[in-house]
């Protein structure tokens, strides 16, 4: 069986990889949405790609924010929820990336 401070390492560990994740995410979103403008404008090809990626890179800045925010707090509840928060929003932001990479293939194809 593991130790409390083995297991709280381990969950560190994890939420500052999606941290770091997160915000290389919000990268490759606003990239993605700088070329589905450039390609969009040399085809005519009208998407809603472009909304999709910007609340997709909101999602990553939020969960951004959160994992930042357990790192601080003392509150080893309150930690636990934010840790879980970050969690199921980072799953979802990578299920709507997907998501979205479809449509706009879908749109240009």
Known sequence: ??????????????????FTVSAGM???CLTAIGLLRLITS???VQ???DDLLAIDALMFVSCACLAFWS???RHPRLKKRLRL???GLFLTGLVAMAA???VIAYAIF
């Not at 130790?3 to 500052?16: C, F, G, Y």
């Open 42 to 44: 040399q085809t005519r």
């Open 47 to 49: 998407t809603i790609g």
């Open 85 to 87: 928060a970050v969690d």
């Open 71 to 73: 790192f601080k707090t």
């Open 100 to 102: 979205i990479c479809s």
């Open 1 to 18: 069986m593991t130790a409390p401070s083995d297991n709280e390492n381990r969950e560190h560990e994890l939420t500052m990889h999606v």
């Open 26 to 28: 919000v990268g490759v």
